[in-house]
């Protein structure tokens, strides 16, 4: 989650926004980044939530209204405050449902006028959303992944499982013999699988392609190796089914995917 932060914090510094992200009508607001990246803690914004009817405002505006136009919007909209002010708003769904959004501002929209507060170019706004929309994407499920794995460390209590979790974290981009595995952990290899499946809540494979899928997506991210150099040092050696699992992984295919991060890390 850290690494989030700081790609939002570069974001901001880039865009002159502050950006949020946080859940909506959910009965809870943070998404797991700190209170800056959770509420509205610019200077204009805390002087609005000074006063209990403001805060009042403030909070009915994110948790009720923001998720309805949301939901009959279907996509990304500016939304003007009870303040007079603006944000970009890009929705997040589960189902037809909005339950998270992003949000990118505070900015002038139309006529108004606030002391401190600068307008925004249409195309400027137009590049963050396109940027935006596809960041949260990546956020909710990198954000998802780590829940996942915190869950299913936290659920594990046979230490030889844990072992061979463990061991394959470190070990993703070799030849993993499930054999090995289970002479590790002193079992047969019948057991071993049981017990891998009950406790780490899936099968051997799928943890160790998971592994490999992830260093994959990060690689990608950060380094200007290929897309074939990135998939041998993860462990793959297909192509075509690199590029399946991981378009099943992200949404996106390998090269689809480092281009638009890419893209968004020189913004």
Same mark, same amino acid.
């Given at each position: 989650m850290k690494r989030m932060e700081r790609v939002l914090e570069q974001l901001e510094k880039s865009w002159g926004v502050n950006i949020q992200w946080k859940f909506v009508g959910v009965g809870r607001t943070s998404c797991g980044l700190s209170e800056k990246h959770s509420y509205h803690w610019c200077e204009f914004c805390r002087k609005v939530k000074a006063t209990k009817e403001g805060l009042h405002l403030c909070s009915q505006n994110d948790e009720v209204l923001l998720p309805c @136009?949301?939901?009959?919007?279907?996509?990304?909209?500016?939304?003007?405050?009870h303040a007079g002010v603006s944000e970009l708003v890009i929705p997040l769904f589960d189902g037809d449902r909005c339950t998270e959004v992003f949000l990118a501002g505070i900015f002038l929209c139309g006529s108004a006028e606030?002391?401190?507060?600068?307008?925004?170019?249409a195309e400027k706004l137009e590049r963050i959303r396109l940027i935006l929309e596809e960041l949260a994407l990546i956020f909710r499920? @990198? @954000?998802?992944?780590?829940?996942?794995?915190?869950?299913?460390? #936290?659920?594990? #209590?046979?230490?030889?499982? #844990?072992?061979?979790?463990?061991?394959?974290?470190?070990?993703?981009?070799?030849?993993?013999?499930? @054999?090995?595995?289970?002479?590790?952990?002193?079992?047969?290899?019948?057991?071993?699988?049981?017990?891998?499946?009950?406790?780490?809540g899936c099968s051997v494979?799928?943890?160790?392609?998971?592994?490999r899928l992830k260093a994959a997506r990060q690689l990608l991210e950060?380094?200007?190796a290929s897309i074939q150099n990135v998939m041998e #040092?993860?462990?793959?050696?297909d192509q075509s089914r690199f590029g399946m699992l991981f378009k099943e992984y992200t949404g996106y295919s390998p090269l689809v995917y480092h281009r638009r991060f890419c893209r968004k890390r020189d913004v």
């Open positions: @136009r949301a939901e009959k919007e279907k996509g990304a909209f500016v939304s003007t405050c606030v002391p401190g507060v600068k307008r925004m170019r499920e @990198r @954000r998802d992944s780590l829940l996942r794995e915190s869950a299913r460390r #936290q659920e594990i #209590q046979d230490v030889r499982i #844990q072992n061979a979790v463990d061991f394959i974290g470190r070990n993703f981009a070799r030849k993993i013999r499930i @054999r090995d595995l289970a002479a590790k952990a002193c079992l047969s290899e019948s057991r071993f699988l049981h017990l891998f499946r009950k406790e780490a494979i799928a943890c160790l392609t998971e592994c950060v380094s200007g #040092q993860c462990g793959f050696h």
